[in-house]
């Protein structure tokens, strides 16, 4: 058995603990959500996840060492988030690897969150023995972030061996995350938070009835390739506030969702054929744009892969989607399984690999950073 990291991940609602050996294989991946306690507000409460990491931050290490089945001796290094994402929640993550480390006297390795989204695509791969062809483009798409990266080798050391790789951002949205506008979306059509995972059963629901409202691709000044999903948000405002008929249907969501009716099954019976038909009409556009400039950057970028991970990444038609113009395209495209696409420390302990092969380690002056670029 090679390098054991233990990865701790703090940075938005998530409290996650992971042991992965040589960046590769996964001990244990423990992941405690915070979504019931920020479900009520319709998004993430900063002070309340700050708050919920320190309750769960001790039994969630714990069972990921439990359930890897090792003691903190037998540790190599303890990796933690740095940034970006909300500076109290980092600072919980950060304050105990930091203690941690100190205390055991092991090397403290800091990871960037969108390196760990990147490094969760190569977990999911490795699962199979399968190796992610570099240079690749890589869209990190989810309620905090759509970007896209260049990901490159950094020297001859291949990144499945620790090799380090190095990060190009190419573009990214000049406002909503897409995961941002599924979330603002859903809560506008009275489908309750965190808005993805519902609209994306119900626009697989919506059948073939025409759309009640077209939306069209989105264009960005300056940068072509950058992202915007804000106007798309404000086009489905509109069009739900100038179609009276949806008043009644979205009251009668609400009303079950304080009732604690919030599954598919649920709301679908609650859902008419228009409002299924603009949900697909929204997913379709959201998809179309994400695919569209991806697939853009790789044929500039002359990429042998496509990347995709980000609890977005989750999104059954976005997944399709990459797969049927990839394949046209003569390229590979690999995502992580939903589990790995959404928050987790296991990426986090496979960033940190390349890291710690270099001795690339933090002292106990780490700080919390909500706004590390990544490069
Ligand atoms: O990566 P993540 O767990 O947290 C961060 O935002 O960093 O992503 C959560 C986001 C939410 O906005 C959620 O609505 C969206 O990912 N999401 C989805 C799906 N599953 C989760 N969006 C579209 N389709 C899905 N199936
Ligand atoms: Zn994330």
């Not at 699962?127 to 759509?146: D, E, F, N, Q, W």
């Not at 002359?302 to 049927?324: D, P, W």
């Not at 990839?326 to 302990?349: H, K, Q, W, Y």
Request: charged letters at 20%; one cysteine or more; hydrophobic letters at 45%.
């Amino acid at each position: 058995m090679g390098a054991r990291i233990l990865g701790i991940e703090s940075s938005c609602d998530e409290t996650a603990a992971a042991v992965v050996a040589d960046g590769r294989e996964i001990l244990s991946s423990v992941v405690a959500s915070q979504i019931d306690i920020h479900r009520k507000y319709g998004g993430v409460v900063p002070e309340l996840a700050s708050r919920e990491h320190l309750r769960q931050i001790v039994p969630v290490v714990r069972e990921a060492m439990t359930r890897a089945n090792l003691q903190f001796a037998d540790l190599d290094a303890i990796a933690v988030t740095q940034g970006p994402g909300l500076v109290g929640a980092l600072l919980v993550g950060i304050t105990y690897g930091k203690t941690l480390a100190a205390a055991l006297g092991k090397p403290l390795v800091p990871v960037n969150h969108l390196a760990g989204h990147v490094h969760a695509v190569f977990l999911e791969a490795a699962k199979t023995g399968r190796v992610a062809k570099l240079p690749a483009v890589c869209l990190i798409v989810s309620g905090g972030h759509t970007v896209l990266y260049e990901v490159k080798q950094q020297s001859a050391v291949p990144y499945e061996e620790g090799g380090e790789l190095t990060y190009r951002k190419i573009s990214q949205t000049r406002d909503d995350a897409a995961g941002e506008a599924y979330d603002k979306v859903a809560k506008l059509l009275g489908l309750g938070y965190p808005g993805g995972p519902i609209l994306d059963r119900l626009a697989a629901a919506a059948g073939d009835v025409p759309a009640p409202v077209k939306f069209g691709p989105t264009k960005t000044r300056g940068n072509a390739l950058d992202f915007s999903f804000s106007g798309l948000k404000t086009a489905v405002l509109y069009h739900v506030r100038e179609t009276p008929e949806y008043a009644t249907e979205i009251a009668a969501r609400e009303a079950a969702l304080a009732r604690g009716e919030r599954n598919f099954e649920q709301l679908l019976p609650l859902c008419s054929t228009k409002t299924l038909a603009l949900i697909r009409e929204f997913q379709n556009a959201v998809v179309r744009d994400l695919v569209e400039r991806t697939l853009v950057a790789a044929s500039q970028l002359h990429a042998e892969s496509i990347l995709v991970s980000g609890g977005v990444a989750a999104n059954s038609q976005l997944r399709t989607s990459f797969e049927e113009r990839a394949r046209a395209a003569g390229l590979e495209v690999l995502f992580p399984s939903r589990a790995l696409s959404t928050d987790n420390a296991a990426m986090i302990a496979a960033a940190a690999y390349p890291r710690f092969c270099v001795c690339a380690f933090a002292d106990t002056s780490l700080n919390a950073d909500a706004g590390l670029a990544l490069s």
